[in-house]
Every structure is written in C-alpha cells, then in structure tokens.
C-alpha cells in the first residue's frame, strides 16, 4: 500500500485508489501516518478529529471511523488488519518507507549528503515531486492546521535548498518567477530576497535586483526597525560592484525548431470558442486576481494543474469562467477552446466525444480522428503540446468524465466548473479549487444598478437591499429579479419586494416561458444525481428552523446516528448544496433553504421528524445546563438524565454554538407544535441566558413560550413565561409590565399549587420593590417568600431569599440584620454543597459588614466573592464584587486601590447595560474621582447616575446619586445647586426609610446651608 499525506490523504493498492470515507475518517488516518509504528491512545485521536470540544458522541464516532477503516485497508500479508488494538490504543501497521511524507523526509535527508549540487537537485526534485497540493487537504480542524503549517515549512526549506543547489550547479533558468513567487509570500525572508537578487542579476537584470534589495531594506526598517542582515548586505556590495564571482547573465539560448509529432499535427485552426461574456459581470474581485496569476503561470509552462471553480447552484460559476477566459485570450493566442459538458443534466456527454470534437476544432480533418478514446486522448495531447491554449470544460459531472479532456501540456490550462467539489482531480492532477459564494451586499446592489439603471436602485435603497437578500445575494436569483422588474419599469422595487415575502418564492424567481430561467430548475438538477439517503436528508434539513447545524441535529431529523448524517452532509456539501460554515457545521442559502422546506412539506413523515429534533434539542438543553445553570424554580417535570457532556466548558460550548438554533426552536414549536417545546426549552435556558447576558434571545424565547402556553390553555407554563419576562425586565430600562408579570405569575403559581414558584416570585417582587426605594414593601414581600420556603426542601431557593432579605436590610440601615440573613444563606449553601450559590450571599455580607464600618471584614468578603465568581466565571457576580471592594478601599481613604476594581465593574455594566449595574458603579466611580480631586469627572458620572436612575424608576439609587452629586457641586462652588440636591435626597431617603443615605445627604446639606 501507498499512503499520501502531501495533499488530500489517500491511499492506493495495486494502483487503486481506496475511498476513505468522511473527512473526519482520513484525519484518523492522517494521525497514524504522521506517526507510523507508534501506539495512539484514544484521546490523542479525539484531540485530532475533534480538538478541545468533542461532541458527547466522540469516542463513539471515533470508533465507527476505526472500524470503517480496518474494513477499507486491505489486510497485512499474515491476514491481521491494517488497524489493530494495542495496550493503551491504536497502531497502524505501516512502514514509514510507504508513507509519502516520510518518503519526502527522506530524500530531503539524502540531498544533504549528496556528492554535488546536480545530485542534490536532482534529489531534492524527486521529494518535491511527491507533493500533490496542500497536506492534508480537505480537513479541517486545529490539529490537521497545524500539521499543514509545519509540513508546509518543511516544503518551502526543501525548495529553498534546490534553488540554491540550481544557483550553485550554474545558472538561473526558470527560476525568476519562482522565486519572485516565494518572496511575495515570505516578504521578511532574507534568503528568498538574497536568491531573487542573485537570479535576477545572473539574467542581466541588475538595476531589478537592486530595487528588490531596496524595497526589502525599507519594508525590514519601516515595520521593524532593523537592516538586513551581514550576508544580504555583502550580496548587494557584490551586485553593485558586478562582482566577477556572482556569475554574469548566460547568453540567451537559441530557439530550438517546434516538434511536430507525426500523424497528428496537420493545420492549425486558432478559434475562441468562448460564449459571449455576462453584460455587467460584477465582483469576485479576489478570485480573478487568484485565478489571473495561476493561467498566467501556466502560459509560461510553469504549471498544468487544472483549475476547478465549484459552488451552489446559480452562484455564477460559467459567468466567472467565461468572463476569466475573455480577459486571458492575449495569454493563449492558440486558440480559447469552451466545451459543455452537460454534468448537470440527464445525459452528461461522453469524454471520448469531446475529444473528438476538440481535434476537430483544433484543425484536424474528422476523417483523420482516431476510433479509440485512448488514440483521441493521444492524438489530443499531440495536437496541443508546444501550443499556448485555454480550455474551458463548463459543468462537469464528476472527475471521471474530466480526466481524459486533461492534456498535461505545458503551455495549456484547463478551467473547470462543476456543482460537486470534483476533489478526486486535486489527488490525482494536483487541481486547485476555487469555491464560489454569494455576492457580497454591495456587489448584488451593482448587480441590480447594473439591469435597471442607478437612479430607478438609489430610489429604493431599502426595498433594494430587501430584494437582494431575498435573492440569497445568488447572481442568478437576482439577475431573474432585475430581469422581470426590467419588463415592468412602473413597478417599484418595494412592490416586488413585497409579492417575494409571500408565499412561493422560488416559483417566482423566473422568467416566463423560460425553463432554464428559472431558480428551482437550477436546483432541481442538483438533486436528481443524489442518492435517495442523501435527498432525504437536504429535505428533512429543511425542517431545521436555525442558521446552522451540525451532525447530531441531522441524526435527530433522521432518526439514524450522527456518523451516518455526517457522511451525508459532506455529501450535500460536495454537490453544493449545503455550505460548511466550520468545523463540523453547515448551513443553507436562503433560496435552498426554501427549496428544501418545499420537498420536507412532501415528505409523509415530516411531522416526526421536527419531533424528534425538538425532543433532542430539549434533551441536550438539560444536559448543558445541569452542570452549573439549573433553574431555582424550574417546572416540574420528568427530565433527561444528563452525561452526554464530558465537563462544564463542552457543556457551555454546546450551548453557546447552538443558541440561535434554540430560540430558533423555541418559537416554531410555539408557532406550530410540540406547543410544550417551547416553553420547556425557555424554561430550562433562563439561568443560562440571565447569567450570559443573552437579552435578546432571553426576550424571543420566554415570549413564544408565553404565547404557546397561553394557546395551550397550561396556566403553570403560562407563570413561569410571566415570570422569566419580569425577571428580564430588571435587567434592561423596559420595566413598565414588570409588576403586571410578576403577579400574573404569582396567580399562576397559586392556582396551579406550585409553591417553590410563589416563593421565587415574592423574592422578584421584593427585588422589584426595593429598586423603587420601597425597601418595606419589599422586605414584607420576601419575608413571605421566606416564611414559605422553610417549610420547603429548597435550600437553594430559600438562600436566595435570605439573601435578598439582607441587602434590604442593608438599605435600610439594620446592617447586624443583615449580616445575620447573609451569613444563613452562606451557611445553607455551604451545608447542600453549593459553593457558588455562597458568591451573592458574600457580597451582600460585604455590604453590610461596610455598612457597619467593619471594613476589614467586608474586604475578606469581597475577595471572597471575588475568587469564587472568578473560578465559576459569573461575570455578574465578579463585577458586583469587584464594586463593593472598590468602595470600601475608597472609604478607607485607600484610592489607588478603589479605582481600579471601580473601573472594571463600570466596564462591565456598561457591557451588559444593566441599568442597575450601571448606576451603582456610576455613584461609586463618581465618588472615587470627587476624592482624587476629579471633580469634572466625577460630576459626568453623577450625572449619568441621576439621568438613568430617574428615567428607570430608580429612587433608592437615585438619591443617592443626589447625595453624591451635591458634594461635587459644593466642591465646584455651587453652594446653592449642593443645598438643593442635598435637600431633594434628605426627602426621598426619609420617605423611603433609607437612613444610611438619609444621613449622608443630611451632612452634604448642613455644610451646604452654612456656605450660603
């Protein structure tokens, strides 16, 4: 056997090629080869495949991937497989001397001792020659990266030395472009810049040589403020002197008389075949200038790979084609040859018939063409080689049908399209592939500017930005668009766009009359080459209602095991009909996410289907969230036993990956069924989404399942929608219906007996109370709450009452009270072994301890509560602890140490855009700049204090903020705006009972009435 890792892994065996499977199954292979002989654990290969999040199902997969490729390998000559179990993992019984990299290390270790610089390159040229395009091509992953990145140094150290062994042995020839090449990748190395200089002066470009060595000077001084080095300044010397040793330009050879092989070369008929180029052809800017370099490049007889341009239908990959070909005609005057080979249709045409249609075009009388497909592929060589021609071959089936159109003559280059990915052409021609996507946004506006005119686009610039990402930002979507707004100039971009958002869109997007013209034809000829498996899959995916996916949601659609859905998605990924948008996920367009809901409508067992990805979507919800993010008061109910995530950061990646699917989830089960999806799956993410910040999703998701629970008449579900939106109502300055939510939520909980729910509800009405300084009706609430919860099992929830009862407590001046309440909370989660349910609970102790003048405690509490929301990574709780600790350095006369933890908590409120937050460490960070003195600053944070505090209702915070605003106008001499402040915050503190507050702004007020 033959392994190839310097390119797409493969293997051959009696010069056939072994198919290997799914890209994730030639990585498991890929770590053997790098490591031939050698035991690889378990864990080595999951870190290969998968990096540092595997899925749950990992060693699962790992194993079906082992298992495939015992059965893919043929067996050793004593009968064993190729993969065999050893103590402590996996051996591949391999010998390095059958691995072309170790073959390539070889070689390269050989042209080292080699006795002259001819042998060396002639060595160093067979190893080179194993490399068949980037190593370990087609996977992706961090492993398999940095692989590529490593070998690929070892490739560019290997051509180094034979260009330095060529430059030794005696001249320059076909090096120039090589090396400028090099050097335009690798601009900083010296010795690619001192073997460009020393090519282009032995070819008599001596003044190119010394721009080059001044250009690479400036660049070294500019970015990094060096010169070059000894070696490359010496080489410049020589250069300007014309230094003998250096080697003067060879004299130019003659050129040697044109081969005409016999029988075959007749008369010459230079034609351009090409179609007429795409009117208006706009962007893929980057993929021309790529494209441009690699033909010109094969013009020279640099290089006969082909040149593969694949995408989704419709995305433009003839226009590209076409239009590259028209621009390249100077570059192949003898002749641009374009051929359909109708891969995309019912009868793909036969290679041996487009072969003799090229000899013919190419001047061969027809009587003279050979019978046999290997005589025409012969005479076919023949006729092009010596010849500069460009060949189009425009949607191709497969790489079957390509290969015998490759001619593999210097001086011809072969422009492939094709709907699959043909990477068969990049193991066995070395093709690069081009993928194309949609437009970008500004490129579909030129598009449409183009077809109907810039004045008719400006005038509707937002229907025409609608118009455009209906289209997908597909060319043929929008080139049918513009064409049927065109027929009716009277008709507004916005009218169209509008008739589009309905229903039938695809059926829309085409020209009447016009068969090809039309979207779906496009994408129906994709599908119809597919394996039934395959067509089932793209339309069950249809189903999936959320940006992306990966292979378990596909195994959950349907209902098979992700190894086989990943082995379909990378066979809907080939033919273009999915994307990959990283690692291990895909995605749709827009349109062929229509078109595949459209063939999931069809399917009889659509509806168990979105059945079964809800269910798996619930499932792994309550696995992700078991390790850390377990709701209080959750619903009752029965839930999956969790274990399907190795640790808390693959839980957490799981969830962060698959958060808009989620919500995605949540509202189509809301709008069609399972009605009960919807409200579980908010329920169960609530303490994710509050602890991450996720507002947004948080408000889409307990909505829809209001509305859902609602529709199902479930007035428990209904309570806990109303309470997770009152929640969400503390943390954002939408806080009108809060009240409304919470008791609506509290009749709920009451009706349906579900006193956890009651008790969690009267510590969010004590919060919602107490933000309004009416710390009294909040603590009545939360007593309640806590008089119900003793009577409860509920440790976790009765200490988040206690805790709060504590910061009233606080508010309220009885700090030894609320020491008392904060250290039961503690003492509650310590004894139920829940050390981070202790974070919140530390920092209201900090508080009060503050409150008392116990700052030496408050700082071990807060440090505390520091270390534990840093280890837990509660970003909340850290910035609350990191303010309780600023202000008890600041009112320790310690300033240095206050305003560093006082700008962290503001960054962060300002982040989250917690009003609450915000205001407190405005207050706080406005009094740490009063005392250094920073009376203009602290004067913007007050202010900022007061204007948020009085927009949200905020009349505890808010005089407060008057409170600490008056000093700073006193200290600016406004004894007049301090005595009014000071004055507007003794009344609100005294009718709110806040004596702490009361008695500072009453202090402000006695210095400010007597500067009066």
């Known amino acids: 056997m033959e392994f190839q890792l310097l390119g797409p892994v493969g293997v051959s065996h009696d010069g056939r090629r072994i198919s290997l499977g799914s890209p994730k199954q030639r990585c498991v292979l890929a770590a053997f080869l790098l490591a031939p002989g050698a035991v690889l654990s378990t864990d080595h290969l999951i870190q290969c495949v998968w990096g540092d999040s595997?899925?749950?199902?990992?060693?699962?997969?790992?194993?079906?991937?082992?298992?495939?490729?015992?059965?893919?390998?043929?067996?050793?000559?004593?009968?064993?497989?190729?993969?065999?179990?050893?103590?402590?993992?996996?051996?591949?019984?391999?010998?390095?001397?059958?691995?072309d990299l170790h073959r390539f290390r070889s070689l390269t270790a050989r042209a080292r001792d080699a006795d002259g610089?001819?042998?060396?390159?002639?060595?160093?040229?067979?190893?080179?020659?194993?490399?068949?395009?980037?190593?370990?091509?087609?996977?992706?992953?961090?492993?398999?990266?940095?692989?590529?990145?490593?070998?690929?140094?070892?490739?560019?150290?290997?051509?180094?030395?034979?260009?330095?062994?060529?430059?030794?042995?005696?001249?320059?020839?076909g090096l120039a472009e090589q090396v400028r090449g090099l050097a335009a990748e690798h601009p900083w190395d010296e010795r690619i810049a001192a073997q460009l200089m020393t090519v282009l002066f032995r070819s008599g470009r001596q003044a190119e040589a010394l721009a080059h060595y001044e250009a690479f000077r400036r660049c070294l001084a500019q970015e990094f403020g060096v010169d070059p080095g000894a070696a490359l300044r010496h080489l410049h010397e020589a250069i300007l002197r014309d230094a003998p040793e250096l080697g003067g330009p060879p004299a130019r050879p003659a050129r040697p008389p044109e081969a005409t092989p016999d029988g075959v070369r007749g008369d010459w008929t230079a034609q351009c075949q090409l179609p007429f180029a795409v009117p208006g052809f706009v962007g893929r800017h980057g993929a021309i200038r790529e494209l441009e370099d690699l033909f010109t490049a094969a013009a020279r007889g640099e290089t006969t790979a082909p040149v593969v341009i694949t995408g989704t239908p419709g995305v433009g990959k003839t226009a590209l084609a076409v239009h590259l070909g028209h621009r390249l005609r100077r570059a192949f005057p003898d002749g641009q040859w374009y051929v359909r080979l109708l891969g995309a249709g019912d009868r793909p045409r036969d290679p041996s018939e487009v072969l003799a249609a090229l000899l013919q075009a190419s001047g061969l009388d027809a009587a003279a063409i050979p019978e046999s497909s290997?005589?025409?592929?012969?005479?076919?060589?023949?006729?092009?080689?010596?010849?500069?021609?460009?060949?189009?071959?425009?949607?191709?089936?497969?790489?079957?049908?390509?290969?015998?159109?490759?001619?593999?003559?210097?001086?011809?280059?072969?422009?492939?399209?094709?709907?699959?990915?043909?990477?068969?052409?990049?193991?066995?021609?070395?093709?690069?592939?081009?993928?194309?996507?949609?437009?970008?946004?500004?490129e579909a506006h030129t598009l449409l500017s183009g077809v109907l005119g810039e004045s008719r686009v400006a005038a509707e610039p937002e229907a025409s930005r609608r118009l455009a990402e209906q289209c997908a930002r597909l060319p043929l979507a929008l080139r049918i668009a513009a064409a049927n707004l065109a027929a009716r100039p009277g008709r507004s971009l916005e009218s169209y766009a509008t008739d589009l958002d309905g229903d039938g869109r695809l059926a829309k997007l085409s020209i009447a009359g016009d068969r090809r013209a039309a979207v779906r034809t496009a994408f129906d000829h994709s599908l119809a080459f597919l394996d039934p498996s395959a067509v089932r899959l793209f339309a069950l995916l249809g189903l999936h209602?959320?940006?992306?996916?990966?292979?378990e949601a596909a195994a959950a659609l349907l209902g098979a095991e992700p190894a086989e859905a990943e082995e379909l998605l990378d066979v809907l990924a080939d033919a273009s009909l999915l994307q990959r948008s990283a690692a291990d996920r895909f995605l749709f367009h827009d349109l062929l996410r229509l078109y595949a809901a459209e063939h999931a409508a069809a399917l009889p067992a659509h509806e168990e289907a979105w059945r079964r990805l809800c269910d798996w979507y619930l499932a792994t919800a309550e696995a992700a969230t078991a390790f850390e993010y377990t709701g209080v008061a959750q619903l009752p109910r029965k839930r999956a036993a969790a274990g399907r995530f190795a640790d808390r950061k693959q839980a957490l990646g799981w969830l962060d990956q698959e958060?808009?699917?989620?919500?995605?989830?949540?509202?189509?089960?809301?709008?069609?069924?399972?009605?009960?999806?919807?409200?579980?799956?908010?329920?169960?993410?609530?303490?994710?989404?509050?602890?991450?910040?996720?507002?947004?999703?948080?408000?889409?998701?307990?909505?829809?399942?209001?509305?859902?629970?609602?529709?199902?008449?479930?007035?428990?579900?209904?309570?806990?929608m109303l309470q997770s939106l009152g929640v969400l109502g503390h943390h954002t300055e939408d806080q009108g219906s809060n009240l409304e939510h919470f008791l609506g939520a509290l009749e709920g909980y009451r009706s349906a007996g579900f006193v956890p729910g009651q008790a969690s509800v009267m510590s969010n009405l004590a919060v919602?109370?107490?933000?309004?300084?009416?710390?009294?009706?909040?603590?009545?609430?939360?007593?309640?709450?806590?008089?119900?919860?003793?009577?409860?099992?509920?440790?976790?929830?009765?200490?988040?009452?206690?805790?709060?009862?504590?910061?009233?407590?606080?508010?309220?001046?009885?700090?030894?009270?609320?020491?008392?309440?904060?250290?039961?909370?503690?003492?509650?989660?310590?004894?139920?072994?829940?050390?981070?349910?202790?974070?919140?609970?530390?920092?209201?102790?900090?508080?009060?301890?503050?409150?008392?003048?116990?700052?030496?405690?408050?700082?071990?509490?807060?440090?505390?509560?520091?270390?534990l929301s840093q280890e837990h990574r509660k970003r909340r709780n850290e910035a609350d602890a990191q303010e309780i600790l600023a202000r008890t350095h600041r009112d320790t006369g310690r300033l240095d140490l206050a305003r560093p933890p006082a700008e962290k908590a503001l960054a962060f409120a300002r982040e989250t855009a917690d009003p609450t937050a915000l205001s407190d460490c405005l207050i706080n960070l406005g009094e740490v700049s009063r005392l250094s003195g920073e009376l203009a600053q602290a004067a913007a944070h007050l202010e900022e204090a007061l204007e948020i505090t009085g927009r949200s209702g905020f009349r505890h915070q808010e005089a407060e903020a008057r409170t600490g605003l008056a000093p700073v106008r006193f200290a600016q001499g406004d004894a007049e705006a301090a005595a009014e402040l000071a004055e507007a915050a003794v009344a609100a503190a005294g009718k709110l009972g806040l004596r702490p507050v009361e008695q500072r702004a009453r202090t402000v007020l006695a210095a400010a009435r007597r500067a009066e």
């Open 117 to 173: 610089d001819a042998e060396a390159e002639r060595v160093l040229d067979e190893a080179l020659g194993l490399w068949h395009g980037d190593p370990l091509a087609g996977i992706a992953g961090d492993w398999a990266e940095s692989v590529r990145t490593r070998l690929e140094q070892e490739r560019l150290a290997a051509l180094l030395d034979r260009i330095d062994h060529r430059l030794a042995a005696g001249g320059p020839a």
């Open 374 to 442: 290997e005589d025409r592929s012969a005479a076919y060589r023949g006729r092009l080689a010596g010849r500069r021609v460009l060949i189009v071959l425009d949607d191709a089936a497969d790489a079957e049908q390509v290969r015998p159109l490759l001619p593999g003559a210097a001086g011809v280059a072969v422009l492939v399209t094709s709907r699959p990915e043909l990477r068969g052409l990049g193991v066995s021609h070395a093709a690069h592939a081009v993928r194309l996507q949609v437009l970008e946004p500004d």
């Open 659 to 720: 958060l808009a699917n989620l919500v995605a989830v949540v509202g189509g089960a809301a709008a069609s069924g399972p009605r009960h999806i919807s409200w579980q799956i908010a329920d169960q993410l609530r303490m994710y989404v509050y602890y991450r910040h996720h507002r947004v999703e948080w408000k889409a998701m307990a909505t829809a399942g209001l509305h859902a629970a609602e529709a199902a008449g479930d007035p428990l579900a209904r309570a806990a």
């Open 54 to 99: 595997p899925p749950p199902t990992a060693r699962g997969t790992l194993q079906s991937y082992l298992t495939r490729l015992r059965g893919a390998l043929p067996p050793q000559g004593d009968g064993t497989a190729a993969i065999q179990r050893r103590a402590g993992g996996y051996l591949l019984t391999a010998s390095a001397a059958d691995v």
């Open 768 to 867: 919602y109370y107490g933000r309004r300084g009416q710390m009294r009706q909040a603590g009545e609430w939360q007593e309640r709450g806590v008089e119900l919860l003793r009577g409860l099992d509920r440790p976790v929830l009765l200490g988040i009452a206690l805790n709060v009862v504590s910061l009233i407590h606080s508010y309220l001046g009885e700090p030894e009270r609320a020491v008392e309440r904060a250290s039961e909370a503690i003492e509650l989660a310590l004894r139920h072994g829940q050390p981070m349910e202790t974070i919140s609970p530390l920092v209201n102790r900090a508080i009060a301890h503050h409150g008392r003048g116990d700052y030496e405690a408050a700082l071990a509490d807060g440090t505390r509560a520091l270390r």
């Open 545 to 551: 209602p959320g940006p992306d996916f990966g292979a």
